[in-house]
């Protein structure tokens, strides 16, 4: 297995980017834990596969471009997350990494694309590095873009007794739970909003981001779950703890 990492940025305002129709590329959802998942496959079939795996808070259509250059020599499946894009958001607060690393394994045990290449960046990249852990034989090569490393709040917060994670969990998805989903008014808002979030963001990459990251409604409804943003507590009962 070959492992390539990159930390690089990119800027898009170098990027050369175009607007279009790439036409219609969805396949039929995969079922993964009874949620319907979305993917994209960009044809030539008889290629060598690679799947491309987006980050958090991103959808599979961030890799449009890059997908469209690929699919000359490989056959690209771009999958949107659970949580993401236009797969089921999970009930319960289903979304920890072991989620993630079987939804990957599911795709690719579904489509028959063992040994598959991957390309992950951010959190995908994370998954893909997991997945390949537990599956070297199912990858043949892989690249890792900002793989996603655990902060050290994180790391810090991991260590403390098993009952303060568990109340602090508790309490942050009451939290979240309870929190409205961003809605816009109108595409040109949500465009703005993109802008503010990314100052790199071109007016193309910025536009198209924003059409395909919302649900068609009276108001526009960001296409990421609120749940995805905590994780279920690590390892909360998997010692003895003095009561």
Not at 46 to 63: I, M, T
Not at 183 to 203: C, D, F, G, P, V
Request: glycine fraction near 6%; charge should be positive; charged fraction near 25%.
């Amino acid at each position: 297995m070959t492992i390539r990492v990159s930390s690089r940025t990119i800027n898009s305002q170098r990027l050369k980017l175009h607007y279009r129709d790439w036409g219609n590329v969805d396949a039929p959802p995969i079922n993964s834990q009874r949620l319907k998942l979305h993917y994209r496959d960009w044809g030539n079939v008889d290629a060598p596969p690679l799947l491309l795996v987006h980050g958090g808070f991103d959808h599979c259509r961030s890799w449009d471009w890059a997908a469209e250059k690929l699919c000359q020599d490989f056959r690209v499946i771009t999958p949107d997350l659970r949580g993401h894009g236009d797969s089921d958001w999970s009930l319960g607060n289903a979304y920890s990494m072991a989620d993630y690393v079987y939804d990957m394994a599911v795709l690719v045990e579904q489509l028959e694309l063992a040994p598959v290449s991957i390309i992950g960046h951010s959190l995908g990249g994370a998954i893909t590095l997991k997945y390949a852990g537990a599956f070297p034989e199912k990858v043949k090569q892989l690249v890792i873009i900002e793989g996603l490393v655990p902060p050290q709040k994180m790391l810090e917060e991991n260590e403390a007794p098993p009952a303060q994670k568990l109340a602090r969990w508790v309490k942050q998805v009451q939290r979240i739970a309870n929190r409205p989903h961003r809605q816009y008014a109108s595409q040109e808002e949500a465009i703005k909003r993109m802008h503010e979030a990314n100052s790199h963001l071109t007016e193309v990459y910025a536009r198209h981001l924003a059409i395909h990251g919302n649900r068609c409604s009276e108001s526009l409804i960001g296409r990421i779950g609120n749940m995805p943003a905590r994780k279920r507590p690590l390892n909360v009962c998997m010692r003895r703890t003095a009561i």
